[in-house]
């Protein structure tokens, strides 16, 4: 069973910064670099969890949200089984528990939350003017 945990989240003020990092274990037939990974997240008082950003199995493909464009940078590590989402210009709006998820191949970026079998148990992020 693959594990993911979530780190990084924490409260800034308005303009602010965060990394946070994803570290998955628990293969055993598989490897890291054979699942798109996702960050989503999550606001209080939401039902959906929202799609963040992706970035494909070999890192050559990354999708978006519109919300975190231009301000948020996804990448991996494939070699310490890693994943990052760099978060820059933070505002309140972008409080919410952030989560990471796996998607096995074959996957693409643009797949949606129900093709993800995996994941973590999320971190706080918190933002305040």
């Known amino acids: 069973q693959i594990r993911l945990v979530e780190s990084g989240g924490g409260s800034v003020q308005v303009g602010g910064s965060l990394r946070l990092s994803c570290r998955a274990s628990?293969?055993?037939?598989?490897?890291?670099?054979?699942?798109?990974m996702a960050w989503f997240r999550q606001a209080p008082g939401k039902e959906e969890r929202e799609k963040v950003a992706?970035?494909?199995?070999?890192?050559?493909?990354?999708y978006y949200a519109d919300s975190g464009k231009g301000r948020f940078t996804i990448s991996r590590d494939n070699g310490n089984d890693t994943q990052y989402l760099q978060m820059n210009g933070l505002t309140p709006e972008d409080s919410a528990m952030y989560y990471c998820?796996?998607?096995?191949?074959?996957?693409?970026?643009?797949?949606?939350?129900?093709?993800?079998?995996?994941w973590g148990q999320g971190t706080q992020v918190t933002v305040s003017s």
């Open positions: 628990g293969f055993i037939q598989s490897s890291f670099r054979d699942y798109c």
């Open positions: 992706v970035i494909a199995a070999i890192g050559d493909d990354t």
């Open positions: 998820a796996a998607d096995g191949l074959p996957c693409k970026v643009s797949a949606s939350l129900e093709r993800y079998s995996f």
